[in-house]
């Protein structure tokens, strides 16, 4: 076998495809987090419009804001642009930014100490233990 040739059992090789590996891990979680988060924001942008439109919204299903969307671009909804944007808008905010709030909260939360400590008021047994009674 020549110098110039990595077998499979060459610890760099396999550091490699392990790295690959990963990669491809992280890029398929990372696709299927955003195709999550797509499905939930078409959901509740359905959702959010049938509840302006005064319709059941539990019956909105997948479809309904991207149907009413087109019913709006051939003319069959005249007035209910806004709500279509509105609606979209709250559902993608709701869909991507309360997954987004959760996650920043849980990690500003573990692991950190209080700056400016925790105030209370002091009980009697502690004002004299200082001697100031």
Same mark, same amino acid.
């Given at each position: 076998?020549?110098?110039?040739?990595?077998?499979?059992?060459?610890?760099?090789?396999?550091?490699?495809?392990?790295?690959?590996?990963?990669?491809?891990?992280?890029t398929?979680?990372?696709?299927?987090? *955003?195709? &999550? !988060?797509l $499905?939930?924001?078409?959901?509740? +942008?359905?959702?959010?419009?049938?509840?302006? /439109?005064?319709?059941?919204?539990?019956?909105?299903?997948?479809?309904?804001?991207?149907?009413?969307?087109?019913?709006?671009?051939?003319?069959?909804?005249?007035?209910?642009?806004?709500? *279509?944007? &509105? !609606?979209a $808008?709250?559902?993608?905010?709701? +869909?991507?930014?309360?997954?987004?709030?959760? /996650?920043?909260?849980?990690?500003?939360?573990?692991?950190?100490?209080?700056?400016?400590?925790?105030?209370?008021?002091?009980?009697?047994?502690?004002?004299?233990?200082?001697?100031?009674?």
């Amino acid at each position: 076998m020549g110098k110039n040739r990595l077998s499979l059992t060459h610890p760099e090789a396999a550091n490699a495809v392990g790295h690959h590996v990963r990669t491809a891990v992280i890029t398929i979680a990372a696709l299927a987090f *955003l195709a &999550g !988060a797509l $499905l939930a924001s078409l959901w509740l +942008a359905s959702f959010f419009l049938y509840a302006s /439109l005064r319709v059941n919204p539990l019956r909105a299903g997948l479809w309904g804001w991207p149907d009413a969307l087109l019913a709006w671009h051939d003319g069959r909804m005249l007035n209910d642009g806004r709500r *279509l944007t &509105g !609606a979209a $808008l709250l559902g993608a905010l709701v +869909a991507v930014g309360g997954p987004g709030m959760g /996650l920043y909260s849980l990690v500003t939360s573990t692991g950190r100490r209080r700056l400016y400590g925790s105030a209370r008021f002091a009980s009697e047994a502690e004002i004299r233990a200082a001697g100031l009674l």
